[in-house]
């Protein structure tokens, strides 16, 4: 008797995140703008629904070497440096943010930036190699590809994002959107003004 239910391949749809999480393997990446940085720690809170959740807390760094992690409450634990960009997930296939506390991902990048043949990476895909499953096991690579053009559909689908920065800096949902608020309209990518 055939079983015609289910394809035997059939998995359950999920939807893509909004932030990047480098998976085992590789993932392929185009930084959409550069990025913001700071400093961020965990706090252990209880929700709304009585469950206990580590809530993230973030300052920005302005530049001013001015940041101690004294500057953040006892009850603030794991404390590290970290840049924040949006970028494309090509594996996903959507807009993303990129939180990156891996200091060997962003030594890559400074030095691709500084590279003559390289310079900014917006203006090229990155692929970027997981290898091992445990934190103490984890290597990254990270690797550029091919100089190319952004596609512009990609950068129709970033600005209709609208992330809302001040937002995600308090932990706040960053891709609320805000009905009838007067904020000031987010800043629009246009593809004229990314180096090549």
Known sequence: MSND????NYKEPELPSNYTKIEEGETVLRILAKPQMGWQ????EVNEKGENVSKPVRVRDDGKDS??????????RDVKFFWVMPVWNYNEGVVQIWNIPQTTIRKALVALNRNKAWGNPVGYDLSITRTGKEKQDTKYTVMPNPKAELESTILVKYNEMKI?????WVSDDPFQKK?????APKEEVNIEKIPF
């Open 164 to 168: 809302d920065w001040d937002a995600w």
């Open 67 to 76: 940041f101690d992690v004294a500057d953040f409450d006892e009850d603030v």
């Open 41 to 44: 720690g965990w706090r252990d």
């Open 179 to 183: 009905e009838n608020s007067a904020e």
């Open 5 to 8: 239910f289910l394809d035997e």
